[in-house]
């Protein structure tokens, strides 16, 4: 049974950092494209970032770029997001993903499993 276990949010100061950790159970998923993304509330799901399968290839959200970073560890089965000058709009429950093939995409249908989700709240 596949299984992804967000850890590491929690609650930070504007312009304060975290790093958000992704690990899979179950099969490994080397040869997958992952992503993240993220709810905040009374908001629709939105795409923050996505890696390939290699990690050679990444995509973030506008919003993001420049902020936030994607990266993997296929040896762990793990993706991160190292986020970077946070916002209060950066507030959300954050969710990974994992696509069945190996390019990467920011469309939530594209994604075969998920995560629980985990919180991250910024304060202004």
């Known amino acids: 049974q596949v299984q992804l276990v967000e850890s590491g949010g929690g609650l930070v100061q504007a312009g304060g950092s975290l790093t958000l950790s992704c690990a899979a159970s179950?099969?490994?998923?080397?040869?997958?494209?992952m992503g993240w993304f993220r709810q905040a509330p009374g908001k629709e799901r939105e795409f923050v970032a996505t890696?390939?399968?290699?990690?050679?290839?990444?995509n973030y959200v506008e919003s993001v770029k420049g902020r936030f970073t994607i990266s993997r560890d296929n040896a762990k089965n793990t993706v991160y997001l190292q986020m970077n000058r946070l916002k209060p709009e950066d507030t959300a429950v954050y969710y990974c993903?994992?696509?069945?093939?190996?390019?990467?995409?920011?469309?939530?249908?594209?994604?075969?499993?998920w995560g629980q989700g985990t919180q991250v709240t910024v304060s202004s």
């Open positions: 993903a994992v696509r069945g093939i190996v390019s990467i995409s920011h469309e939530e249908d594209d994604y075969n499993y």
């Open positions: 179950g099969r490994t998923f080397r040869s997958n494209a």
């Open positions: 890696i390939s399968g290699s990690g050679v290839i990444t």
